[in-house]
Every structure is written in C-alpha cells, then in structure tokens.
C-alpha cells in the first residue's frame, strides 16, 4: 500500500528522542518485513538541556515495558530514587515544610481521612508512611524485594545525560532504532501542512511517512516549517530562568535524599536531587522579580562556601506549549511540544505519554493520521491545562509577603478551571470523581497532598452529617502509624540499599 506509515523519523536526539524512540520501537519491534522502521537523526553538536533529572512514577512502567532492568537503569545514569517532592519554606518562609509523597493516603478511595486528621497541614503525616521514610533518608523496599516493587511508590532521580546514552546504545543494540549523526539544513514540504523529508549535511535526505519533533525550545518542524503557534502560560507561571549547577558530595559515604527538595526563596525556588555521585542543585525564577545575581547569591547561600568555585549555567525558557501538538504528519515531543519550570518533573512524563500514545495509535495508513492527531491534540491540550492548574496550585496558597509570591494569589493570575475547581473543595476537598479521565495526570491524592499541605482546609462542617465515619478514619490513622514504624526499622538507608542491591545484582 502506498500509503502505508512505513518510517517514523525522529528528529533530535536527547531524553525526548531516545526515550521516544525506545516506547514507538519496543511496541512496533518485529522480524516482519512489512514493521514500522523507527530512525532518529541527531546533530552531534548540539548539547542537551539536561536538568531534567527528577521523572514521575510512570517512568517505572516506561522503563519495565521497554525491556530495561532497574538495576541497569541505576548503574549506568548514577540513578537513585525519588519517593516523592519535599516543599520547604512555600508557605510561610519560615522553614515550613511539607510533602507530597507518590504513594497514595491510606483507605484511599474507601475514605478521606482530611476531615478526620487533627490537624489539616499534618495530612500526610497521617495518613501516609512515606512522609516518614524520606525524613529518615531511608529506601522505597528492602533487599528481599525484587526490581520494580515494594510498598512504597516511587519514581528516579537520574543522570540526564547518561540516561539518554543508555536509551540511546539500548534502541541501537536491542530495538533496532536506526541512528544517523547530522544537521538537519533544511525541510522539503509537499504541502502547507505535510513533510516529504528533511535535508541534512553533505547533501543527504531523510524521507518518512511521520515525523517525531525533538529538536527542544527550536521546535524546527511543528514550531518553525508547519507555523504552529507558541501559546504563553506566563500569566500564570512566572518563572522564566534557571541557574543550574552539579553539586559534589562532601564525603562518598554521604546521605542521598530520596526525594526531590524544592526550597523556596524570595522569587522563585530551588531544587536540589540527590544522585549516587553528586547533587544537582538550581535555581528557578522570574527575571522580573530577581536578577540573575541575586538568583546566583541565593544558590550559594544555600550551598555555602564548598560551592563558591562552581560556576551555574543559565538556562532562559518560556511556559507555555504549542497550540497544537500534531499537525499533518509532524508530532511535537518533549520541549518542542512545550515547557513550564521543573516543579513536579512533568517534563519527562510528558515525553512518555506522548509517546505511548503514537506508539499505540499509530495508522496503518495515513488516511487515518488526520483522526489520530485530532484526538491526540484534545487530550494533549487537556493535560497542559491541567499542569498549568496543578503548578498553579503550588503558589496561589502561600502566605509568604514577598511581591513574587502575593503576585501569585492575584485573581487574574489563577485559571479559571483551577478557582472552579478551589470553589467546590473549599467545602469538601478534592475527590476521586474530580479526577475520572482516563487521561489525567496527577491523581485527587496529588492536589490533596499540596492543598492540605499549605493549610488549605475545606469547610467540612457544612455538610457534617457526611463525615460520621470517625471509628474507621482513627483505625486507618493507627494503622498507618504501625507501618510507618514497622517501615523505619526494616527499610535500609538510601545509599546502602543501592550499593548492596547493585554489588548483589552483577
């Protein structure tokens, strides 16, 4: 059939190429002379962005499905864990904290324990262990449990760099991705909103029936060959730049935190990730609000005098995302699609979603491409609406009295569907059918974690005849206390369990 979607060219290389690459590859890889070849062109002397280091609990699944071992995973990119992200000083500034942490409360589903809890800030204290293991600095499961288990959800702090290699020697070697090292010059159309091919250095030509956009904030074919506008969240989001810098340990022996740490500061916030051989640690913020010298004396405050010597890198971005996602037969992933600020590594995540989708919706033919992408874009423009709201949700309750943060709790910068959304929770909180897409993101437990955790309490008097389940809510409570015990004397520290389990798994 001519029309056949026969080639998939990925153009960019990176995180968002090579893991694209390994989820279409791994579910169309087949000896049939008539599967999907999968090729990815990448200029070799472009450097990544590479902070994206933090992923979300789907990369579990990512990693399983395209046939890599964990331990692989944690042996070549210096992974470590990440059961969840740590917010200091976002409420009041005074070394306040909380956690939202990746394993869901206690009953969940059964009960909400938020109008139960003695206190509504200490929500995830309560009714979930997981506070407790990452205080402690303590491993998701123990050595008797196998790769990709345990009690405890979590996801992977990660070497970026390193990780896009190993997706890289693994397409090559295992799923039989074609790669070829050049500069993309130029792109031939056949029409307004079709690709024939891309030209490369040295007069060569890449055609293919669909074309994967990975070439980051560029966004070469969707952005700049098929005129796809760019749609800014920065009425929203005000963070537009990033110092980032790689932190050495003080000692090899020392703690790794198995959570990201997100600080905040007078305009913006930083993070801080612990990998097995160094920390990488930076800077967000709004260039309105601080400058890039403020923002580099804020990071080596927080660092202190080891890293003087160290110079950041400065990376600028814009929030916000494409208006459409698919157009023709050109599919934007990764940062060509969008970007907002690493808050909750939904960077990464995105680039699996989007790619699981082409990998299971993928026409036999391209007479069927014009639907698929029609669907994709709905889903796709729902998700980043949703982002936008959850990030959002992050800042708009913050006590603090600096102009950045009171900037966030101005009405004209909150989406109307999240103060919707606020409006019905303010009397009985986010629940499981707020949240019954099959194609959301983050779960009711996600916003209730962050909601509660900045002293958003709902009014749950009003409707008090609905909350009578206090014998059940206390049984759960007590329950949850017994394994947050059993849990801190079992679980190893974080850095002996990943040298033990690796030492014992080679």
Sequence with gaps: ????????????????????????????KSDHPDALKVVLVEASDIPTVGVGEGTWPTMKNTIRKIGLKESELFSKCHAAFKQGGKFVDWVHGNGDFYYHPFTVPLGYGRIDLAPYVSDIENFAVESNFQHHVCEAGLAPRSLGEAEYSGQCNYAYHLDAGEFAELLKNFCKETLGVEHIIGTVEGVKKRDSDTIESVLLDQGRELKADLFVDCTGFRSLLL????????????????????LALHMPYTEEKDDIASHTIATGQNAGWLWDIGLTHRRGVGHVYSSEYLSDDEAANNLKTYLGPEANDIEPRKISFKSGHRQQFWKGNCVAIGMSAGFVEPL???????????????????????????????????????RWGRIIDFLKLHYMLTKRPEPYWQAHTEEASIPESLKEDLEIWSHRGPINSDFDSAIELFPAASYQYVMYGMGFKPDFNRQAYLYQQEKQAERIIQ????????????????????QQWLSSSH
């Design 223 to 242: 952005g700049d060959q098929l005129g796809v506008p760019f749609v800014s969240a920065d009425q929203y989001l005000f963070n537009d730049s990033a």
């Design 344 to 382: 909750e590594a939904t960077a990464i995540m995105l680039v699996e979603i989007s790619a699981r989708y082409v990998a299971e919706n993928l026409p036999p033919d391209n007479k069927l491409m014009r639907i698929t992408a029609k669907r994709f874009n709905e889903q796709m423009n729902y």
């Design 1 to 28: 059939m001519s029309n056949a979607i026969r080639t998939l060219a990925i153009v960019g290389g990176g995180t968002a190429g090579w893991l694209s690459a390994a989820v279409i590859a791994a579910q169309h």
């Design 479 to 498: 329950q949850n206390q017994k394994i947050t015990e059993q849990m801190l004397r079992t679980l190893p520290p974080h850095r002996q369990y990943i």
